[in-house]
C-alpha cells in the first residue's frame, strides 16, 4: 500500500484515515453526517435510493441506521459482519448488541421547561398522543423539570377512534386542542414535540382566538429541517439537538467498530445545544402591567445606558417599587433582566446576522467588545465567535 492509499492526519481533534472505506445508510446524509465523512474520506452509499438493497457483491465496512436491533435488515447485516451504528429516538433492550446513538429527550423537556420558567410563566402545556408514543420521555422530563421549579404543566392526549371517518379525523383534534386550550389558565408556555405540530397548534391556537406569544407561547423540539421554523408566522422558537454531536459520536463509534472495539452495553446519550427564541416565545409572561411596560421599554432601548430610577420613570412607580415587583413577578433583579435581554439579543445577531462583534457590543449595551467577550464566555461557556462558528 503506498502512502497515497492510506495516511492518518488530526482533523479538530479526531484521527482519521483515509482508505478505502464505505458506509452504508438507511439515514438521510445530512450536513452534518457528510462532514464527518469526508473527514473521514468515508464513502457514504444510502440503500434507500436502491429499493433498500445492496448491490451483488458489495459489502460495506460498516453501516449507519435507522432501523431498530430486531429488523431484518440489521439482523442480516450483523450476521455478514458489518458492524451498526443505530441513530435512534430512545433506548432498546438489544442495544447491547447494535450500539446505539440516541438524543436526551428528558433533558430536551427540561430545558424547555426552564425556558419558559425564565421567561415567567406559571402554566405550561403539553399535547400527547393516547396511547403514548416515543415522546412519552420527552413529555416526563418536561413535566418534572415544570413542577420542581414551581410550575403547573397541563396535560391533554389524543386517541384514536376505531371507524372515524376521515373529516373527523382531522376536524376532532383541532375542536379538543381549542377547547383544552380555552380551559387552562394565561398565558400558557405550550411544548411541542416537533417543528411540524408546533406549527399546526400555532394555527389552531390563532384560529381558537388567542394571541401568540402573549397568550399561548410554543416552543417545539428541532428535528432535522431548521428551514421550517425560520419561514412561519410566527417564526417557531425551538430546543436545538446536538446534530452535529450525535453525527460526530456515531461516527467515532462506527470507526471503533469498524476497527474490531466490541458494542458499548448501554447507548450513547446525546443532550440538547440551546434553545433559540424565535417570535413563537419571545415574550415575558407577568400580570403586572407595571414590570410588562418596564420589560417593553428595556427590550426597546437596550443600547441605551439607563438607571433602575429611569425605567421606573416609564412605570409611574419609584426605583424602589419597581426592584420589589420586578423581584416577585420575574424572580430576578432588573440587572439581571436586562443582561439577560442584552445577552440573547447578542445570540439572535451572532445568529442571524454577519454584522461583526465589534459593531454587536453597541446595539445592545455593552459599553466594549471586551466586556462582552468576558460577560458571554460566562454565561454560555464560549466566546461570541465560537458561538457563531457553531451555529454557522
Request: glycine share 6%; proline share 5%.
Amino acid at each position: 500500500m503506498t502512502k497515497g492509499e492510506k495516511r492518518s492526519e488530526t482533523v479538530l481533534g479526531r484521527t482519521r484515515k483515509r482508505e478505502n472505506v464505505t458506509v452504508a445508510l438507511t439515514v438521510d446524509a445530512n450536513r452534518w453526517l457528510r462532514e464527518e465523512a469526508r473527514l473521514r474520506g468515508w464513502r457514504l452509499f444510502n440503500i434507500r435510493y436502491h429499493f433498500n438493497w445492496l448491490p451483488a457483491g458489495f459489502a460495506p465496512q460498516g453501516a449507519l441506521v435507522d432501523r431498530l436491533p430486531d429488523h431484518k435488515l440489521v439482523r442480516d447485516w450483523r450476521k455478514a459482519g458489518i458492524p451498526v451504528v443505530r441513530l435512534g429516538l430512545l433506548p432498546h433492550p438489544d442495544d447491547a448488541l447494535v450500539a446505539a446513538v440516541i438524543p436526551d429527550q428528558e433533558a430536551e423537556g427540561r430545558m424547555a421547561a426552564e425556558h419558559f420558567h425564565d421567561r415567567g410563566f406559571r402554566d405550561v402545556g403539553y399535547v400527547g398522543s393516547e396511547p403514548w408514543s416515543e415522546k412519552q420521555t420527552l413529555y416526563e422530563g418536561f413535566r418534572a423539570q415544570a413542577e420542581a421549579l414551581g410550575m403547573t404543566c397541563h396535560l391533554t392526549r389524543f386517541g384514536h377512534i376505531d371507524g372515524e371517518s376521515i373529516e373527523n379525523k382531522r376536524a376532532r383534534p383541532e375542536r379538543e386542542f381549542a377547547h383544552w386550550l380555552r380551559a387552562c389558565p394565561k398565558p400558557l408556555g405550550l411544548l411541542a414535540s416537533g417543528i411540524a405540530r408546533a406549527v399546526t397548534q400555532c394555527s389552531w391556537a390563532d384560529l381558537a382566538g388567542f394571541r401568540i406569544p402573549e397568550d399561548v407561547a410554543i416552543l417545539a423540539i428541532r428535528g432535522d429541517i431548521s428551514e421550517i421554523c425560520a419561514n412561519t408566522i410566527p417564526t417557531i422558537s425551538t430546543v436545538e439537538r446536538d446534530y452535529a454531536g450525535m453525527m460526530r459520536s456515531a461516527c467515532d463509534l462506527l470507526a471503533k467498530l469498524m476497527a474490531g472495539e466490541p458494542v458499548p452495553k448501554v447507548p450513547i446519550v446525546i443532550g440538547p445545544q440551546e434553545v433559540v427564541e424565535r417570535e413563537s416565545t419571545n415574550v415575558l409572561a407577568t400580570d403586572d402591567d407595571a414590570v410588562a411596560s418596564a420589560l417593553r421599554y428595556m427590550h426597546n432601548h437596550l443600547q441605551d445606558d439607563f438607571s433602575v430610577d429611569r425605567l421606573a420613570d416609564q412605570t409611574g412607580l419609584s426605583g424602589r417599587q419597581l426592584v420589589r415587583r420586578f423581584q416577585k413577578a420575574l424572580h430576578r433583579s432588573v440587572t439581571e433582566e436586562l443582561l439577560r435581554q442584552r445577552l440573547e439579543e447578542t445570540k439572535h445577531l451572532l445568529r442571524s446576522t454577519n454584522i461583526r462583534i465589534i459593531d454587536i457590543a453597541p446595539k445592545v449595551g455593552f459599553h466594549s467588545t471586551a466586556y462582552l467577550h468576558r460577560t458571554f464566555r460566562r454565561a454560555f461557556g464560549q466566546t461570541p465567535e465560537q458561538y457563531r462558528r457553531a451555529g454557522q
